[in-house]
């Protein structure tokens, strides 16, 4: 099993900036997919950004030039720096890790981009 603990959410307002961790633990692997999906209310869950264990990422096309992931191997933790952040960026964003075909997600941690 794997465990993500996430943390950073919270409430912005239009043009800030969050950054968003997720820490994982328990039975890790060394080729993975790690990142980021979010939810808005009658939404589907959608691609933020993810990066591999070897560092390849992958964002978002309404993400990009504006959040950035990054990856510490030895602390097992991404982060998801977000810049001008927008109104319709507010979601219940969540940490994923994968391996193969088999998907762990963390809770969810609310951002909210209003003014």
């Known amino acids: 099993q794997v465990q993500l603990v996430e943390s950073g959410g919270g409430l912005v307002q239009p043009g800030g900036s969050l950054r968003l961790s997720c820490a994982a633990s328990?039975?890790?692997?060394?080729?993975?997919?790690m990142g980021w999906y979010r939810q808005a209310p009658g939404e589907q869950r959608e691609l933020v950004a993810v990066?591999?264990?070897?560092?390849?990422?992958n964002y978002g096309d309404s993400v990009k030039d504006r959040f950035t992931i990054s990856g510490d191997n030895a602390k097992k933790t991404v982060y998801l720096q977000m810049n001008s952040l927008k109104p319709e960026d507010t979601a219940v964003y969540y940490c994923?890790?994968?391996?193969?075909?088999?998907?762990?997600w963390g809770q969810g941690t609310q951002v909210t981009v209003s003014s």
């Open positions: 994923n890790y994968r391996v193969g075909p088999i998907n762990y």
């Open positions: 328990g039975r890790l692997f060394a080729i993975y997919t």
């Open positions: 990066i591999t264990g070897g560092g390849t990422t």
